[in-house]
């Protein structure tokens, strides 16, 4: 006899992690309820400078899934997601499946030769 499906409400959440809050509010808006959610940079933190404390390395280590924007746009938030993943989790990248390196756009802020992106092109 096989076994009947649990209804979602009776299966274990997934644990998600994402780092900025606009990101945080689009993995909530496709989650819902059926994941266990905690944004790790603040709303209105700059992504490019924010220092993660130990709680975030802690919280980083319990995720199965962490949702970054990738592009080098968040670089000590994703090494310490690298450092800390746990076995079988995984690191989004929304940004690197959005858009190619040809695409990417520079300025001031985002010098070409940092190789860091800011936008797409078009």
């Known amino acids: 006899m096989v076994p009947a499906a649990q209804p979602a409400s009776a299966q274990p959440k ?3 992690v ?3 809050a606009p990101i945080t509010n689009i993995v909530l808006n496709v989650g819902g309820n059926r994941i266990d959610l905690q944004g790790i940079i603040p709303p209105g933190v ?3 400078t924010f220092e993660p404390a130990p709680s975030d390395a802690r919280t980083l280590a319990g995720a199965d899934l ?3 924007n990738g592009l080098a746009l ?4 994703i090494e310490l997601a ?12 929304l940004g690197s499946n959005t858009i190619t390196p040809d695409q990417w756009v520079f300025d001031f802020s985002f010098p070409e030769e ?7 092109s078009g």
Do not use: C, F
């Not at 940092?114 to 797409?120: A, E, K, L, V």
């Open 14 to 16: 997934l644990k998600v």
């Open 18 to 20: 994402a780092t900025v």
């Open 46 to 48: 700059d992504s490019h």
């Open 66 to 68: 962490v949702v970054v």
């Open 74 to 77: 968040e670089g000590t938030t």
């Open 82 to 93: 690298q450092a800390n993943l746990k076995s079988g989790a995984r690191i989004l990248e």
């Open 114 to 120: 940092h190789g860091d992106p800011i936008r797409t």
